[in-house]
């Protein structure tokens, strides 16, 4: 399937299915599948950016003949590219070679590698440095860059963002079917990313807070009890845990450091892990922040929940393995935002539960504890009984609300009494990766003394002649989550 989407969001404008080599055609397939996806971009002045696969003079030219302005890698077999092209080792990098004719301009420049481009609108002039690592050493350079490279990097990738986010929430599972419904899941799948962005920008100004920028799942949390070989090994350390949970119940919830939510579970699993004697079992979490502690587990992992959850589901844990018998064991589980845990979850830990304990007592005689201001808010707000303002909005609590700086509200205690220790226990959530990156960097330079900055050392491994080119600073450019920022600053 053949795609044409915007560059910073990844909508989906046009598509086209390969049906197979065409007769009776005089210019190559990628010429042609570019020419059919700007069809409707005829004399709009539009830009378009595309790799190499499709580049090649003919279609710049015939690009702006229609007001299509081009840009993309081209590669050096082409007919009538420029073939008196100086030598890879004579260039150095940072080194720049242009011809240009007609309008269109083939630019050449020297990184690790050769980058070849080619376009029908920007000029090769103008030039802006980016930074390179020197080989064998950990230090950047600065290097001159042609502007064609830059735009190029940083709208190429419209498509793979396209991707990116359908995959997420794929409707489509790895599974034998037949051609045509797996096109239809992939065609319903960008159907639902287009509606998503759509939806986005028309609520982007009337909401009250600000859009995610993909749509995010909610999971059931959980606090639960564990074995008992982690606990600390000396009494000083139960005391002190013991006399930071009083100290924190002597504050009120809005000076606690996290949400209320976090800091409740937090303080009951410090709480248990203090008072109970050797031989009993602690308490350890099971909720979306363990990923951050040790033993961390979902909901379905403990449980054996199924997905979907159905009304004939049942737990995947067998009466008699080793998972039964750690659940048999486990005292207390203290469960968060349990209402968010669809009913037969609940029914299928309870018979669970009664199977590995005391079958004629709820969840085997096992203490649940639930978080019940959370669960009550919910019923409230289902039963529509929530107060409304003037607006027919439900109005926040103010001390959920930051009124300032939110760096300040979070930090500033610990910067003025030089507590840096402190800040580790402080934490700012933000939707987006850029969000992140901005508060970090607010962060540090409100730091005494200089940082220091760490770059990742990205590279292009058994690149190809003919293959998808992709520039150091392209791969430097990526911030996904799966993936640690290029610059981490100390």
């Given at each position: ?5 915007e ?7 046009q598509f086209?299915?390969?049906t ?5 055609t005089?210019?190559?397939?990628g010429?042609t ?17 595309f790799?190499n696969f ?5 279609l710049q030219?015939?690009l702006?003949m229609?007001?299509?302005k081009?840009?993309g ?7 009538n590219?420029p ?8 260039m150095?990098?940072?080194?720049i070679?242009?011809?240009?004719t ?10 690790t590698k050769?980058v070849?481009?080619l376009?029908?609108?920007i000029?090769?002039?103008?030039t802006s440095?980016?930074?390179r690592?020197?080989?064998g ?9 042609p ?6 990097n940083k ?11 359908k995959?997420c929430?794929?409707?489509d599972?790895?599974a ?6 797996r096109?239809f899941?992939d ?6 990313n287009?509606s998503y ?5 028309l609520h ?8 995610r ?6 999971s059931?949390k959980?606090l639960?009890?564990g074995?008992?070989?982690?606990l600390?090994?000396?009494n000083?350390?139960?005391a002190e ?11 009120p919830?809005d ?7 976090f800091v409740?579970?937090?303080?009951l699993?410090?709480?248990i892990?203090?008072i109970?004697p050797?031989d009993q079992?602690y308490?350890?979490?099971?909720c ?5 502690l040790?033993?961390?587990r979902t ?5 054996g ?5 159905t009304?004939?589901s ?8 080793s998972k039964?018998r ?10 968060d935002?349990?209402p968010?845990?669809?009913?037969y979850?609940l ?11 005391n ?18 808010y919910?019923l409230?707000?289902?039963?529509g ?9 439900i109005?926040?609590s ?7 700086n939110?760096?300040d509200e979070a930090?500033s205690?610990?910067l003025a ?6 800040m ?9 990766n ?13 730091l005494p003394?200089?940082?220091k900055?760490?770059y990742?050392?990205?590279s292009?491994?058994?690149q190809?002649?003919?293959a998808?080119?992709?520039t150091?600073?392209f791969?430097?450019s990526?911030?996904?989550?799966d ?8």
């Open positions: 399937m053949w795609c044409r989407c560059s910073s969001t990844g909508y989906l404008y086209d299915l390969y197979g080599k065409k007769t009776n005089e210019i190559g397939l010429e599948v570019a020419l059919c996806l700007t069809e409707q971009l005829k004399g709009l002045g539009c830009e378009v950016y790799d499709f580049n090649s003079p003919a030219h015939k702006m229609q007001n299509t081009a840009c890698t081209v590669r050096t077999n082409r007919k590219v073939k008196s092209l100086p030598s890879d080792k004579s150095k990098r940072g080194d070679h242009a011809v240009s007609n309008g269109i301009t083939f630019v050449k420049w020297m990184d050769a070849h481009m376009t029908n609108f000029s090769p002039v103008p440095t980016v930074k690592r020197q080989a050493t950990a230090q950047k350079i600065n290097v001159t860059c502007e064609v490279v830059m735009r190029y709208y190429i990738g419209g498509v793979d963002l396209m991707d990116q986010r995959a929430y794929e409707v599972r790895k034998k079917v037949k051609y045509y419904l096109l899941f065609i319903l799948d960008i159907a639902k287009n962005l759509v939806y986005v920008k982007e100004k009337t909401q009250s807070r600000r859009q920028s993909r749509p995010t799942l909610v059931s959980k639960r009890v074995n008992k070989r982690n600390p090994a000396h000083m350390e139960k845990k013991l006399k930071r949970c009083l100290n924190i119940l002597d504050e919830v000076q606690v450091n996290g949400t209320e939510e409740t579970g937090e303080l699993v410090g709480f892990m203090s109970t050797p079992n308490t350890t979490y099971d979306i922040e363990s990923i951050l040790p033993h961390g909901s379905h992992k403990i449980f929940l199924r997905v979907p959850l009304p004939d049942a737990s995947s844990i067998k009466p008699n393995s039964a750690q659940l048999a064991e486990i005292d207390i589980f203290l469960m935002e349990a968010m845990l669809p009913k979850g029914q299928n830990i309870d018979q669970l539960l009664r199977f590995v304990g079958p004629d007592l709820p969840f085997g005689g096992k203490v649940m504890i639930d978080q019940q201001q959370f669960a009550n919910l409230k707000l289902g039963n009984e929530l107060p409304l303002n003037n607006m027919d909005e109005e926040l103010l001390n959920v609300i930051s009124t300032g939110l760096i930090f205690n610990c009494s030089e507590n840096y220790d402190g580790k226990d402080r934490a700012i959530i933000a939707p987006l850029k969000d992140v990156d901005k508060i970090n960097s607010n962060i540090v330079a409100k003394g200089e940082y900055i760490y990742s050392n990205d292009v491994k058994d190809y002649e003919g998808l080119e992709f150091t600073e791969l430097n990526v911030n996904i989550s993936l640690p920022p290029h610059e981490l600053k100390f």
